[in-house]
């Protein structure tokens, strides 16, 4: 079964810094990735995801990620931060079958 | 449209109780999928339906979780005999299409289940 690490537990920045937050999977063949955010009080939504193609995405709210097989990873970027990027950050890998694995998730605090 | 939609939002129970928690998917979703959420702790995957069979079960933690869904809409977890270890958010997703690789799997808003 696939596992999913995600390196931080939280993250607390300043607005306008830059945020990447870690994602490692251990599968070896062929992946699909998602990065979902869940804000305060709302439910799991897609941030983006990786299928195929260009191995850098970009997603929504200036998002990107870039998958790198040779490292299996999935590493989530935005260059400059909002207060209302606060939220819970969570990197998911499907293996060729219907089921997400999860990993257990960042929280990011952006400070005003 | 309408997402996925969970009730109730929070449940609290006692020991021992049995609960129902209920999903509706979003139209049209063939798919459907059960994850539980520990505090602190990412998603796991609990029973995914295709229309109205459960193909994979694997993820129930006892026989004390069941799960059905009526055609291609509503599904229903059970708990009987609820314990403490079952607090959790259980999360519902639902998809397009069964079976298919490159899906992406949208997320109701949990039911919060505190066992007493």
């Known amino acids: 079964a696939q596992s999913v690490s995600q390196h931080n537990h939280h993250v607390i920045l300043s607005e306008a810094a830059s945020l990447e937050l870690g994602c490692n999977y251990s599968y070896g063949g062929t992946v699909n990735l998602f990065w979902y955010v869940q804000y305060p009080g709302q439910h799991l939504q897609l941030l983006l995801k990786?299928?195929?193609?260009?191995?850098l995405v970009k997603g929504i709210k200036g998002f990107e990620a870039e998958f790198i097989k040779s490292k299996f990873s999935f590493n989530l970027r935005k260059p400059s931060v909002q207060w209302s990027d606060t939220a819970e950050y969570f990197c998911?890998?499907?293996?060729?079958?219907?089921?997400?694995?999860f990993g257990a998730g960042t929280t990011v605090t952006v400070r005003a | 449209g309408a997402g996925v939609s969970q009730s109730p939002s929070n449940k609290v129970t006692e020991k021992g109780k049995d609960v129902e928690l209920r999903c509706d998917p979003i139209?049209?979703?063939?798919?459907l999928y059960w994850y539980r959420q520990r505090l602190g702790q990412g998603l796991e995957f609990l029973i995914y339906f295709q229309g109205n069979s459960a193909p994979d079960k694997s993820g129930l933690p006892s026989d004390r979780f069941s799960a059905e869904r009526t055609g291609e809409s509503v599904s229903t977890l059970t708990i009987q005999r609820t314990q403490q270890e079952d607090s959790a958010v259980y999360l519902c997703?639902?998809?397009?299409?069964?079976?298919?690789?490159?899906?992406?799997?949208?997320f109701g808003p949990g039911t919060r289940l505190l066992v007493l």
């Open positions: 997703a639902s998809s397009p299409t069964p079976l298919a690789v490159q899906e992406t799997q949208y």
């Open positions: 990786y299928f195929s193609g260009d191995p």
């Open positions: 139209s049209g979703h063939t798919a």
């Open positions: 998911a890998v499907n293996a060729n079958d219907y089921k997400l694995s």
